[in-house]
């Protein structure tokens, strides 16, 4: 069975407007899950601020330890906590 022309014309304007009703929908929800990652993003380079934070803290840390000890095992003697009285 074949189709006349304006049947043609009628299925495929049809097809083109549900195609197009698609390609709004699809670039709507683009648009949301775009929204979405950005805040996604700036979860993520406020972690990644955080981790350098810590990182630079732990250097700190890691040079500061053998004067904190030094300091402690000083106090301790001046205190008379001797080794062989532990």
Same mark, same amino acid.
């Given at each position: 069975?074949?189709?006349?022309?304006?049947? $043609?014309? #009628? $299925?495929?304007?049809?097809?083109? #407007? #549900?195609?197009?009703?698609?390609?709004?929908?699809? +670039?709507?929800?683009?648009?949301? +899950?775009?929204?979405?990652?950005? %805040?996604?993003?700036?979860? $993520?380079?406020?972690?990644?601020? %955080?981790?350098?934070?810590?990182?630079?803290?732990?250097?700190?840390?890691?040079?500061?330890t053998p004067f904190v000890a030094l300091a %402690?095992?000083?106090?301790?003697?001046?205190?008379?906590?001797?080794?062989?009285?532990?």
């Open positions: 069975m074949e189709m006349s022309e304006s049947d $043609f014309r #009628a $299925f495929v304007s049809q097809h083109l #407007a #549900a195609m197009r009703a698609e390609m709004v929908a699809n +670039t709507e929800q683009t648009k949301e +899950t775009g929204e979405a990652l950005k %805040g996604l993003i700036e979860v $993520f380079q406020i972690m990644q601020g %955080g981790i350098r934070f810590l990182g630079v803290l732990g250097k700190i840390a890691k040079f500061l %402690g095992a000083v106090w301790a003697l001046m205190h008379g906590k001797w080794p062989d009285r532990l």
